[in-house]
């Protein structure tokens, strides 16, 4: 995760080590959900020859992923890691560059609060209905709803975060500084895997 620049946040100290400690923890619960999808896709695996069946093991792998793939959002993003098309913001300097910057951030808040809300609405009334899975297990749907609208939601506050950051003055934290010499070319093409 990069550093916290606190020149220009806006935030008190512990409420940025809490909203960073809360994209690391995301970050985490969806590295934990990968190893899930390992350990069960292995059990599956394991058990077709065995003769040893695992209940609904699909339904639960499947779960794992989209709470994986949702609860990594907000991380990715925070980390500068997140796919970002800069081919129009790269060229742009000076102020210019700051109200490009502010323009995108605020569509992506408004895309990510749109998500958020209908998924937490989603998952709100998957409680109150009480909908179940239809597969061999019935699990409650708003307990794997979770993770996606989990994701959803910290994915709304990070961008809402950085929104906030970029119009007080500060400069974007999810963009990496160029690199300066051939080595940390070649160091971040390996990381990115080109």
């Not at 020149?7 to 909203?19: K, M, N, Q, V």
């Not at 809360?22 to 077709?48: E, K």
């Not at 998500?115 to 409650?140: H, K």
Request: hydrophobic content about 55%; overall charge negative.
């Amino acid at each position: 995760m990069s550093t916290v620049d606190t020149r220009h946040s806006i935030f008190p100290e512990w409420l940025r080590r809490t909203l960073d400690g809360l994209y690391l923890v995301s970050g985490w619960l969806a590295g934990l959900f990968l190893v899930a999808i390992f350990l069960i896709m292995m059990a599956l695996s394991a058990g077709r020859p065995l003769d040893i069946d695992v209940p609904a093991g699909d339904d639960f792998a499947s779960w794992c992923m989209a709470a994986s793939a949702f609860l990594g959002l907000a991380h990715t993003f925070r980390s500068g890691e997140m796919i970002r098309v800069g081919l129009l913001v790269e060229r742009i300097k000076g102020p210019a560059r700051q109200v490009v910057e502010i323009v995108a951030l605020a569509i992506g808040t408004i895309a990510a609060v749109y998500f958020a809300w209908f998924a937490f609405d989603m998952t709100r009334t998957s409680y109150r209905f009480n909908d179940l899975s239809q597969g061999v297990i019935a699990v409650p749907l708003w307990i794997p709803q979770l993770g996606f609208c989990g994701g959803l939601v910290i994915l709304a506050i990070a961008f809402v975060d950085e929104l906030l950051h970029v119009l007080f003055g500060g400069s974007p934290r999810y963009e990496k500084p160029a690199p300066e010499t051939a080595e940390e070319v070649i160091e971040r093409a390996i990381q990115s895997g080109a």
